[in-house]
């Protein structure tokens, strides 16, 4: 039942249709929080080639609008859009172990009421972690694409919970914390495989169990 949960929530977030609709948009995370947002007429989602992101990084979704202006606000301004339940984070300014991840947005969901929870390419000191892990699979370019591609099995999940441009990665030690106070939940999530606990499917999947996952405030 788990597995299929999972597998459920994993083609939900890696399936990236061209989306068409109105959408909304905040210049900073206090905006976002206090509820200020520009509506967007027309809001184009389109998903990035994995080759895109191997050349040059960054998050999975180019978010256009056909109007030049508007688009350049969106890749160079805004930071976070909102499309029906959904968050869209601009990664371009945003860094993790002094990293940066790149330009475009990576998707995302209000967690925990004030914080973000958002899906991205694994960066800093784990992104050498996981790579081997995978090359080990797909030989060592293979393994590369893989960590550059942001894909939701091989990719982070990161907490946004600021005007910081510094964003924290969710560790199995982040998780094991926040499920301390249901042991029963602790105790199933400790058992499972350690490649298996960073994955965001299954972060996302406790997070729900949690009820920590709440739609946009818009």
Known sequence: MIFKKALLLLTFLTVALPLFSQGKYALSYSDYMNNQWTTIDTLHIKSRSAISKMLSGGGDFKLLTGDKRIDDLLKNQAEIVAYKD???VNCRSLRCEKM???NWYARGFRFDNDKICFIAMTIGRSANEKSGAYG???GGIGGAIISATGQIEYGSCYILTSQS???ERI???YMENLLSDSLKLKKEYKALNSKKKESPSVILDYF????LLNKPSI
Not at 208 to 211: C, F, R
């Open 136 to 138: 080990a699979y797909f």
């Open 208 to 211: 729900k169990k949690l009820q």
């Open 100 to 102: 940066r991840f790149g």
């Open 171 to 173: 560790s199995s030690e």
């Open 165 to 167: 441009n510094e964003v």
């Open 86 to 88: 959904t968050l869209y």
